[in-house]
């Protein structure tokens, strides 16, 4: 399974963003599929998951604020942020279980006036 992230960039406090991940090879094996974000000095958390039948869980920090959401026809994995705030600055990742875990090679976000 590969995993390929984009979306991200440099976006003002209280502004939005949509992250995108494709995947490809072996999809009909993927489970779960999950956003993760590293900060600069932080070790990597886990920001939402979703079930292939679409069950959600996300972490408080960004509960009301991020909505994760897949597309298991065209391979696709979401997530729709807003209400931007500078501590969600981190690159994020995308992941995917089969349930052994792939990694997409992450896209920045920056939040920032």
């Known amino acids: 399974v590969q995993l390929q992230a984009s979306g ?17 090879g072996r999809t009909s094996s993927i489970h779960v599929m999950a956003w993760y974000r590293q900060a600069p000095g932080k070790e990597r958390e886990l920001v939402a998951i979703i079930t292939f039948g679409g069950t959600t869980t996300y972490r408080d920090s960004v509960k009301g ?16 942020m807003t209400s931007l705030k500078p501590e969600d600055t981190a690159i994020y990742y995308c ?8 990694w997409g090679q992450g896209t920045q976000v920056t939040v920032s006036s």
Do not use: H, W
Request: aromatic letters at 8%; proline letters at 5%; charged letters at 20%.
């Open 8 to 24: 991200g960039g440099l976006v003002q406090p209280g502004g939005s963003l949509r992250l995108s991940c494709a995947a490809s």
């Open 65 to 80: 604020r991020f909505t994760i959401s897949r597309d298991n026809a065209k391979n696709m994995l979401y997530l729709e």
């Open 95 to 102: 992941s995917a279980d089969t349930p052994r875990r792939y």
